[in-house]
């Protein structure tokens, strides 16, 4: 039985899965004083503090302010109400406590429309026991499994508003100056501990135990470990019809399904289909019919190294769900999700990187082998043949460009409106993560060859990472022929990007365009550090750029373009912000030529940054402004803790003892 808040809008709530499409949930609803009132996606903007959240489901906390509005302008502060709950073997107690007036409510209901069903049975109808007196519920699984769910004195049965009529609730009802308290124990596979009697020293134990047992690091801030750990493990997600637990983007990234008459349900596209049979999603949180689950590109890979820092297992199916997005073409897309996704298009190929550095920390051979074959389909998607040329080759043939696949995208009548009058060009600036950096407004879009008409440093040196890293997973597996084929392809990309794209001049790699070099630069400009492909000599050309103070080095860093960049003060999205995944990658490209001292400037400078936004506002945000520091973008962003986890690794000691 798979057990935790693992649907997207489920913040205030619990899954219990105990198979593919089998389960049953419960959620929690309040209802205040003047008749407001909260479910569901509410939450999202209620929550005040993303607490302990342990990898085993032995205690998970999360808190929520009572008087935030569900919109954009909320600023929840307050613990007003506060959700607990731990697993011990086939049963789960569950605690939430109320600081504020008026009627909690706990609600039975099945996720994702799946078959089981509460029922009420009353409180001496459930099995020896459960005790508590204060009324009960028996679930019934698809699958023949029965759960039974005792709960506290003082609930009483009521209606659910807005029911399904498949729901069933248990509501409190709290005076003002009042603390109120509802506390369920549910059980299944026949065991007999459904106690309610001890069910909150239970709770209160594994809280305890959680903190004594918690990853921690001597030397290190007390809420760094925490800020990764904990964050990540509240964003895990379960695939419903697979079973196998992910990490989104965030959980309000869950794109809503596809028109009815598009697809049958879970029938993928190939990623070779005509335009009327590709997939499509539109974005608009909260959809109003929302998708199963949405599987972003590399978000999923950083999400992985992060999983890592407390799960193994979870690390490893994070990014084997990231590989299993692939369509039959090699292609990873920008995004999928079980019934939409972007055949189109990928994103930047960092998945061989993240396996490898996953392999260092929990050797899993199998796991190794299972990503590495959809990576190394992955790897020669890039630069497989389409009419004559390889796919996403640039101006200079051994280089690559962004682009989109126009033939692959959907259909006029299926295309989301935020797509809407879209053409290739926008299409490729999303594949490359940095949706509308100002260095694409440089390059024209070729319809004929569906790219964007320039070699990007950034994709070349995403690719010469992934060839130096694939090739090392394959020697590592023992299929050598692949890896000499695979280093011969590193050595000739690193020899063509030093030929072409280096200037001696702006002592950086720079993107080719038509017209010659580009004279506009990003953070993206100093990726080739990372995959190894500058001397020593043109590295240091390089950091002298990086420590410009009227560039790029600063209190806050590293912003996506220079600070001297006439878009700089836009501070929109890859305009000027502070974004944790480039961040992250420079970051290792400045540990790997050993310009230590910069690499813990910006190591710190970013966890300091992040710890402060999140200390204030409770939040864990998308992208930083860097004149402020203060977090912009989503509220809760799986990838942010990379400002947390490149601090955590300059603490050498601590590291590899940091995973358990």
Same mark, same amino acid.
């Given at each position: ?9 489920r913040?205030?709530g619990?899954?219990f899965a105990?198979?593919?499409?089998d ?15 909260r479910?569901?996606?509410d ?43 731990s697993?011990? #073997?086939?049963? &789960? !107690?569950?605690?939430?406590? =109320?600081k504020?007036?008026g009627?909690?409510? $706990?609600?039975?209901? *099945?996720? +994702? ?22 009324g009960a ?18 609930t ?5 508003a807005?029911?399904? #009529?498949?729901? &069933? !609730?248990?509501?409190?009802? =709290?005076?003002?100056?009042v603390?109120?308290? $509802?506390?369920?124990? *549910?059980? +299944? ?12 020293r239970?709770?209160?134990e594994?809280?305890?135990e ?6 921690s ?34 959980r309000?990234?869950?794109?809503p399904?596809p028109?009815?008459?598009s697809?049958?349900?879970?029938t993928?596209?190939?990623g070779?289909?005509s335009?009327a ?9 909260p959809?109003?019919n929302?998708?199963?689950?949405t ?9 992985a190294?992060l ?6 297992d ?18 990873v897309?920008n ?6 996704g972007?055949?189109?298009?990928s ?5 061989s990187?993240?396996?490898?550095t996953?392999?260092r ?9 299972t990503?590495?074959?959809?990576l190394?389909?992955w ?5 497989a ?14 280089l690559?460009?962004w ?8 259909a ?7 797509e809407?009058?879209?053409?290739g ?14 260095l ?11 790219i ?15 060839l ?16 000499r ?30 017209s ?6 990003a ?6 550090l990372?995959?190894?492909v500058?001397?020593?000599r043109r590295a ?7 420590r ?14 220079p ?16 974004w944790?995944?480039?961040?992250y990658l420079?970051?290792?490209?400045l540990?790997?030529?050993?310009f ?6 910006l ?11 999140r200390r ?6 998308e ?9 912009c973008?989503?509220?809760f ?7 947390a986890?490149?601090?955590l ?12």
């Open positions: 039985m798979l057990v935790g808040a693992l649907e997207a809008n913040w205030a619990l899954v105990a198979g593919p499409d389960g049953i949930g419960v959620r929690l609803a309040f209802t205040d004083p003047e008749g407001r009132r479910d569901r996606d939450w999202y903007w209620m929550v005040s503090r993303v607490g302990p959240h342990a990898p085993d489901g032995s205690y998970a906390r999360v808190e929520f302010d009572l008087d935030a509005e569900p919109s954009p302008s909320s600023a929840p502060s307050a613990g007003t109400l506060v959700l607990e709950w697993r011990r #073997g086939d049963a &789960v !107690a569950l605690r939430a406590t =109320v504020a007036p009627r909690l409510e $706990v609600i039975g209901d *099945a996720p +994702w429309g799946w078959e089981g069903r509460w029922v009420e049975v009353g409180g001496g109808d459930v099995g020896a026991g459960t005790g508590g007196g204060g519920w028996r679930g019934s699984l698809k699958g023949g499994v029965e759960i039974t769910a005792a709960f506290s004195r003082g009483e049965s009521c209606p659910v807005r029911s399904s #009529g498949s729901e &069933v !609730a248990r509501c409190l009802d =709290v005076e003002k100056g603390e109120g308290r $509802v506390v369920m124990v *549910a059980a +299944w596979g026949g065991v007999g501990t459904a106690r309610l009697d001890g069910a909150e239970w709770i209160d594994a809280r305890a959680w903190r004594r047992r918690r990853p690091v001597a030397g290190a801030p007390s809420d760094l470990v925490e800020s990764i750990t904990d964050n990540l493990m509240w964003m895990v997600l379960l695939q419903p019809e697979t079973g196998r637990l992910y990490t989104p983007a965030g309000r990234w869950i794109f399904k028109p009815a008459h697809r049958p349900a879970d993928p596209g190939d070779t289909a335009a049979d590709a997939d499509a999603a539109t974005p608009s949180p959809p109003p929302p998708d199963d689950w599987i972003f590109g590399w978000d999923t890979f950083f999400n190294l999983l890592a820092t407390v799960s193994g979870l690390a490893w199916s994070t990014l084997l769900a990231g590989i299993e997005s692939q369509y039959p073409n090699g292609n897309p995004w999928r999700s079980r019934h939409g972007t055949p189109d298009r994103q930047p190929p960092i998945g990187f993240g396996a490898l996953l392999h920390l929990h050797r899993d051979p199998t796991a190794l082998a990503a590495y074959r959809g190394l389909d790897c020669d998607w890039w630069v043949d389409k009419g004559g040329r390889p796919r996403r080759e640039g101006l200079t043939p051994g690559l460009a682009g989109s696949d126009t033939d692959l995208v959907p006029p009548d299926r295309v989301p409106p935020w809407h009058g879209v053409g060009h926008q299409r490729a600036a999303w594949e490359s993560g940095q949706d509308d950096l100002p694409w407004e440089e390059a024209e879009w070729d319809p004929d060859r569906q964007l008409a320039m070699s990007a440093v950034d994709l070349c040196s995403y690719r010469a990472l992934d130096e890293c694939l090739s090392r997973i394959a020697r590592i597996l023992g299929d050598d022929a692949t890896a084929r695979l280093e011969r392809a590193y050595r000739r990309l690193v020899t063509t990007m030093n030929r072409v794209l280096w200037s001696e001049r702006a002592g950086l790699y720079l993107d080719e365009l038509p010659g070099r580009s004279t506009r630069v953070a993206s400009n100093f990726l080739p990372i995959a190894g500058p001397s020593p240091r050309r390089m950091i002298d750029t990086l410009d103070p009227a560039r790029f080095r600063g209190d806050h860093m590293l912003p996506t373009i600070r001297d960049d006439p878009a700089f003060a836009d501070q929109q999205y890859w305009r000027g912000s502070i944790p995944p480039m961040n420079v970051l290792q490209g540990r790997r030529y050993g230590d001292d910069l690499a813990g400037d190591a710190w400078k970013g966890a300091h940054m992040f710890l402060a936004d204030r506002t409770g939040m864990c945000r992208n930083f402004d860097a004149q402020t520091g203060e977090g973008g989503q509220r962003q799986s990838w942010a803790p990379l400002f986890l490149g601090a690794e300059e603490l050498a000691e601590g590291t590899s003892g940091m995973a358990g």
